[in-house]
């Protein structure tokens, strides 16, 4: 198993040490809360790391292109959830966030069996940027920082929306099978 594969399985193991941390603080700010973000930031880390080792020294294989955007969902899915949980989050914010993740991916599985490749867009890229981002100060959870953390889950949802929309236009021929 090559670096990029180990660092995807390694996000895929912080995941439960994640959601252990946020939620035995029982939502309160703590230590806790605090260790939980540090891991979420890792486990953010090493997405981005693992794409860009991969592409670089060219060790992109099956297993990564399906277990790194898997990893990322569950990830922020995680994540999400659990501060629905806590009461920070609607509950229709996530369900439109996990749901956009659920029509990606069906999305997907039926371009590979057509031999397409759906590649991530800069919407979707941006889409996770500010999810992780939103996470984070959510977590955190500093009353100074409550109005960005607002606006970085406003920007992510936004962008979900978006993502969700570009890749059924660049794509719609997946579904209809070439016909309009």
């Known amino acids: 198993m090559n670096l990029p594969n180990k660092l995807t399985v390694l996000r895929v193991i912080l995941i439960p040490f994640f959601v252990v941390s946020l939620l035995s603080g029982h939502g309160e700010v703590s230590l806790l809360r605090y260790l939980a973000a540090s891991i979420f930031i890792v486990a953010s880390l090493t997405d981005m790391l693992d ?3 991969a592409r670089k020294y060219n060790l ?3 297993f990564g292109k399906f277990m790194d955007p898997l990893a990322d969902k569950l990830l922020v899915c995680s994540a999400l959830i659990c501060l629905v949980e806590l009461g920070q989050l609607p509950a229709w914010m ?6 956009r993740e659920f029509i990606i ?3 997907r599985l039926v371009a590979a069996e057509q031999g397409i490749v759906i590649a991530a867009s800069y919407w979707g890229k941006f889409k996770t940027t ?4 939103a996470v984070i100060l959510l977590i955190v959870d500093l009353k100074v920082l409550r109005p960005v953390a607002w606006l970085c889950t406003w920007i992510a949802l936004i962008l979900t929306v978006v993502s969700l929309v570009d ?3 660049k794509n719609h021929k997946v579904l209809t099978g070439g016909q309009m």
């Open 51 to 53: 794409g860009k080792i």
């Open 60 to 62: 992109v294989t099956n």
């Open 94 to 99: 996530v369900i439109l966030i996990v749901s």
């Open 105 to 107: 991916s069906g999305f």
């Open 130 to 133: 500010f999810q992780m981002v």
């Open 167 to 169: 890749y059924i236009m």
